[in-house]
């Protein structure tokens, strides 16, 4: 009974991990240098960039728990950035497929540009990360 079990089980799992483009976030560590702040209505547009290529994401303007991000984001300098990204599973987004990211009425981001966008950082609270990094030159 215990087999008969353990092989259902094993198929269930089997079938619903081949799901193909299923999307899911993921958690990265980024250590990129500040290329410019875009200033919204509501929110502020980071552009990212490091050896591995460019990257953009947005922070809240206004944030409340301030107290533990102690350093202000300058251009220019080197930060580690948590970030949450998309991941897709079984291969990347069909190509043809415009896919697009708006914040407070604007196209900030869209595939054809050659950058990554990515969901949220969460070391920062608006313009304040809680670290910045020295690199050796």
């Known amino acids: 009974m215990k087999v008969i079990f353990l092989i259902i089980i094993s198929c269930f799992l089997s079938f619903s991990s081949k799901k193909s483009n299923f999307q899911k976030e ?11 702040i875009d200033s919204l209505r509501f929110s502020y547009v980071i552009h990212i960039k490091n050896n591995k290529g460019k990257g953009i994401f947005t922070v809240e303007k206004f944030c409340k728990n301030n107290k533990n991000y102690k350093i202000k984001l300058k251009e220019n300098k080197s930060y580690l950035f948590k970030l949450k990204k998309r991941i897709y599973i079984a291969g990347n987004p ?6 697009s ?11 054809k540009m050659g ?3 990515y969901e ?5 609270c608006g313009l304040n ?4 990094v020295k690199l050796k030159k």
């Open 26 to 36: 993921g958690d990265v560590k980024i250590i990129a240098k500040v290329e410019k």
């Open 115 to 117: 950058s990554v966008f």
């Open 120 to 124: 949220e950082c969460l070391n920062m």
């Open 101 to 111: 990211e708006y914040e407070d009425g604007q196209l900030i981001w869209s595939n």
């Open 129 to 132: 990360i809680d670290n910045e």
């Open 94 to 99: 069909p190509s043809e497929q415009l896919e």
